[in-house]
């Protein structure tokens, strides 16, 4: 029986990689035989500590390799791991160690004082362990056990009995307009959809569960940097994928555009994963003013955000021999479609346009995919998750059934083209309606990254007496420059229709984006009502 578990897929992989390099990150270093010994140690404490399969364990931490460790440790017991953004404060904590029902808490160490905040009001979780971080927060007052303790107080061994491809994978995601919500998938499922499980081209499935780490073997390792803060599904997946399959996992405590092509030149990267223009252009632009050695890259990865056209563009001078990819996807659908950031005829660059995935569709109102030129819902069918954890009406809103076929539906409106392919058109819930036409901040968004003094932008709909709705543009100018209103209105008139061009601009010190780096519309909502504007202009 194959089971395909995401830690029994681990464990092939450190039966077949030897002392193979696993993490690095900073000056630290594990290789696979020490990242299993630690995340059974780790396993073991909490098994003895009452932690079963099924329960759910938090982790509040940033990037390590202690994090990683305890990632794994978690699913060698079956038990999920709940994800817990480290911006979180006592509110956002209270609400989420309820909601996800903690059995356990892993957490960094300089948490600590929030954390006690937190546990003096609430019933659970019965068990907490501390991960160095360089801080000696106070940690007996809650019953902290300290990482290096638990770990000596583990056995290093493998016994954990079987394990099942229905075991429980829960992430959480969302909170920039609302509280967070998890998202509940069998691990096989997790793992077809954003593991490698599946061949995202052409949607075959692996023939087994030792298929990753045979063809890893084989080969040389990749040394795959990891951006993104684990404790979104980008960075998860970017490190679970690259560890079954033997690859070496490069992760950074903090993003910094230089420290990423220090790296870099120190650890010979070969693919670099990111998360749109939020990284990718502070990346692409420290490595034009820092004459650093990009030699050894061969592909950079971005998926949750698109590139936007004029980032695109950069990539595309600076690094002209480095494969660019766009991958779409969420928490609910797992990968729907790749797009490869090129030139098209006339110097352009492409619109957010991917080949989807086989499994991937655009529904039209009467639920059933469009014919090409037809605009609807993006869909995904295939290996789909089991829904939101305690919301049924939330879950009977993202999955549908029509004749027969199971879709996920993350909010995205997309239009098919004629030649197969999916053209992006943004989300529902930020579409801005102006006098009856519908406006994707996305698109303009791209527009106003392309002049030479926007750093950054989002744009959102006001309130407008006449036209129910107008478009409004924050914008973070460059660093040093006075930004020409007019001339950005003028430059945008030749990108975009007039009716899309905003009619009121914020100009902000730095635009507020999530943790992950997407776009923070409820903050621009906010700013937009408590802040005059720059500029309100009512041509038409």
């Known amino acids: 029986m194959m089971v395909a578990n995401i830690a029994d897929l681990f464990e092939h992989a450190v039966d077949a990689f030897g002392d193979r390099p696993a993490v690095f990150l900073g000056e630290q270093a594990i290789s696979y035989p020490e990242l299993e010994e630690r995340a059974n140690r780790l396993a073991h404490f909490l098994r003895d500590r009452g932690v079963r399969p099924g329960d759910h364990v938090g982790l509040y931490a940033g990037n390590?390799?202690?994090?990683?460790?305890?990632?794994?440790?978690?699913?060698?017991?079956?038990?999920?791991?709940?994800?817990?953004?480290?911006?979180?404060?006592?509110?956002?904590?209270?609400?989420?160690?309820?909601?996800?029902?903690?059995?356990?808490?892993?957490?960094?160490?300089?948490?600590?004082?929030?954390?006690?905040?937190?546990?003096?009001?609430?019933?659970?979780?019965?068990?907490?362990?501390?991960?160095?971080?360089?801080?000696?927060?106070?940690?007996?007052?809650?019953?902290?056990?300290?990482?290096?303790?638990?770990?000596?107080?583990?056995?290093?061994?493998?016994?954990?009995?079987?394990?099942?491809?229905?075991?429980?994978?829960?992430?959480?995601?969302?909170?920039?307009?609302?509280?967070?919500?998890?998202?509940?998938?069998?691990?096989?499922?997790?793992?077809?959809?954003?593991?490698?499980?599946?061949?995202?081209?052409?949607?075959?499935?692996?023939?087994?569960?030792?298929?990753?780490?045979?063809?890893?073997?084989?080969?040389?390792?990749?040394?795959?940097?990891?951006?993104?803060?684990?404790?979104?599904?980008?960075?998860?997946?970017?490190?679970?994928?690259?560890?079954?399959?033997?690859?070496?996992?490069?992760?950074?405590?903090?993003?910094?555009?230089?420290?990423?092509?220090?790296?870099?030149?120190?650890?010979?990267?070969?693919?670099?994963?990111?998360?749109?223009?939020?990284?990718?252009?502070?990346?692409?632009?420290?490595?034009?003013?820092?004459?650093?050695?990009?030699?050894?890259?061969?592909?950079?990865?971005?998926?949750?955000?698109?590139?936007?056209?004029?980032?695109?563009?950069?990539?595309?001078?600076?690094?002209?021999?480095?494969?660019?990819?766009?991958?779409?996807?969420?928490?609910?659908?797992?990968?729907?479609?790749?797009?490869?950031?090129?030139?098209?005829?006339?110097?352009?660059?492409?619109?957010?346009?991917?080949?989807?995935?086989?499994?991937?569709?655009v529904l039209g109102p009467d639920g059933r995919p469009v014919p090409p030129g037809g605009e609807g819902r993006l869909a995904k069918s295939g290996f789909l998750p089991l829904g939101y954890y305690k919301d049924p009406v939330k879950t009977a809103a993202l999955l549908i059934e029509v004749d027969g076929v199971r879709y996920a539906l993350p909010g995205d409106l997309a239009r098919r083209e004629v030649d197969g392919t999916i053209t992006l058109l943004g989300r529902g819930s930020t579409c801005v309606n102006t006098g009856g036409e519908k406006v994707f901040p996305e698109e303009v968004e791209g527009a106003l990254k392309t002049h030479p003094d926007v750093f950054d932008a989002l744009v959102v709909g006001v309130a407008d007496e006449r036209l129910g709705q107008r478009v409004a543009a924050l914008i973070q100018p460059r660093a040093g420059v006075t930004l020409d209103l007019a001339g950005v209105r003028t430059h945008l008139r030749e990108q975009i229709a007039g009716y899309k061009v905003p009619r009121s601009v914020w100009l902000v010190d730095e635009i507020s984006r999530t943790i992950s780096g997407k776009a923070d519309y409820q903050w621009a909502q906010r700013h937009a009502a408590q802040h005059p504007a720059e500029e309100v202009s009512h041509a038409d």
């Not at 699913?75 to 953004?85: E, G």
């Not at 404060?89 to 905040?117: G, K």
């Not at 298929?211 to 940097?225: D, E, K, N």
């Not at 405590?253 to 223009?277: A, C, K, S, Y």
């Open 64 to 361: 390590s390799i202690e994090a990683v460790v305890a990632m794994i440790a978690v699913y060698k017991l079956r038990a999920a791991v709940v994800n817990i953004n480290y911006r979180y404060v006592e509110n956002e904590l209270r609400f989420l160690f309820a909601d996800a029902e903690l059995s356990a808490l892993i957490h960094d160490r300089r948490f600590a004082p929030r954390v006690a905040t937190v546990l003096a009001s609430t019933s659970g979780p019965h068990t907490v362990v501390t991960l160095p971080d360089g801080s000696a927060e106070e940690i007996g007052g809650y019953g902290g056990v300290p990482y290096a303790d638990a770990l000596a107080a583990g056995d290093p061994g493998r016994e954990f009995g079987e394990r099942s491809a229905d075991d429980i994978y829960l992430l959480y995601t969302g909170g920039t307009t609302g509280y967070p919500k998890g998202v509940l998938w069998r691990h096989e499922d997790v793992w077809r959809a954003l593991g490698g499980g599946v061949d995202f081209m052409t949607g075959i499935p692996l023939e087994d569960e030792w298929a990753q780490s045979a063809r890893g073997a084989g080969a040389t390792a990749t040394v795959r940097l990891c951006m993104a803060p684990l404790i979104h599904g980008n960075a998860q997946w970017a490190v679970l994928a690259a560890l079954f399959a033997g690859d070496t996992v490069v992760l950074l405590p903090h993003f910094n555009p230089q420290e990423v092509w220090r790296t870099v030149e120190r650890r010979r990267v070969n693919v670099m994963v990111l998360i749109g223009d939020a990284m990718a252009r502070p990346i692409i632009e420290a490595y034009a003013a820092g004459g650093y050695d990009g030699s050894s890259v061969a592909a950079v990865s971005s998926s949750g955000a698109l590139f936007s056209p004029g980032v695109k563009r950069q990539y595309l001078e600076l690094l002209p021999d480095v494969l660019v990819t766009d991958a779409i996807g969420a928490s609910e659908t797992g990968f729907i479609g790749l797009g490869v950031v090129a030139e098209v005829p006339g110097g352009a660059v492409q619109d957010p346009r991917v080949t989807p995935a086989p499994s991937t569709v």
